[in-house]
């Protein structure tokens, strides 16, 4: 009992305990706050598209931005040199009609001077040999130089709108010379001789006809036929070779046409003039690419 009593005796009266600490208002706020702000941080935010309208755009380089005048200049240039090719193009035909229109002029006897009156009118003498047809084709009607087709979907033997042709062996009468004369045009159903006696003229005649030189083959064109008698393109020379004759070719013109014959006048003597589409397509490239660059670079837009 004595050393319990001794034990309470030393203990102090007053005991000091550890402080506890103090959290004030300001302190719990904080505290609310960085917990929101954590709870949020988990949550995935929606995505927002950028306002590019917004941002901070670099400054264009202004080598660059010269150099994309070329497509405006360019474009203008071909325009202009469009005009001087319709010009062009256009006087090409109108000497090309006053040739084919131009009175007839004899036969010249040489080759070479021949070649150079392509598209002019010369005046023949002589008479057929339809034991040498050839046929020319597939080829429209032409009346005064254009296609007479028209109207229907398709170009078919069916309904004469397409045919051949007719290339004849022509002796003249003051030489014996064999030459080349396209006689004109007939159906399909008219290609053979037997179909149209009327027109197998016999005798001597004097026709005018256009000398006509060998266009080239078309890039993606059949081969001529020349065991049947049937070209797609004229080649002068090897027609001419077929049946022993000069490479001499002629168109014959529309008055020697003979009642159930060939229909004659088949020369197609213009050219392809669409220039003035050109023309249209370069000013307006140019326009619109001088536009777009006057918007980016000056207006800033």
Known sequence: MLCVRKLVSAIPSRVILPARPTICRGDKRLKSQTANNFAASKRTAPFQRPDLRNLNKKEDSGVGAYFLLVIPVSAFCLGCWQIERKKWKEDLIEKLSMKTNATAVPLPTELNEVKELEFRRVHVK?????????????????????????????????????????????????????????????????????????????????LEGIVRLTEPRPQFGPANKTDVGIWFHRDVEGMAELVDCSPIFLDACAESTVPGGPIGGQTRASLRNEHLSYILTWFSLSGATAYMWYMKYVRKV
């Open 126 to 206: 002589g008479r057929f040999d339809h034991s040498g047809e050839q046929y020319l084709g597939p080829r429209s009607c032409l009346s005064e130089g254009e296609s007479t087709y028209g109207g229907k979907l398709m170009s078919t033997a069916a309904n004469n709108s397409s045919g051949y042709l007719v290339v004849t062996p022509f002796i003249l009468s003051n030489t014996g010379e064999r030459i080349l004369v396209n006689r004109g045009w007939v159906p399909f159903p008219k290609k053979k001789p037997s179909t149209r006696p009327d027109g197998q003229i016999s005798g001597e005649v004097e």
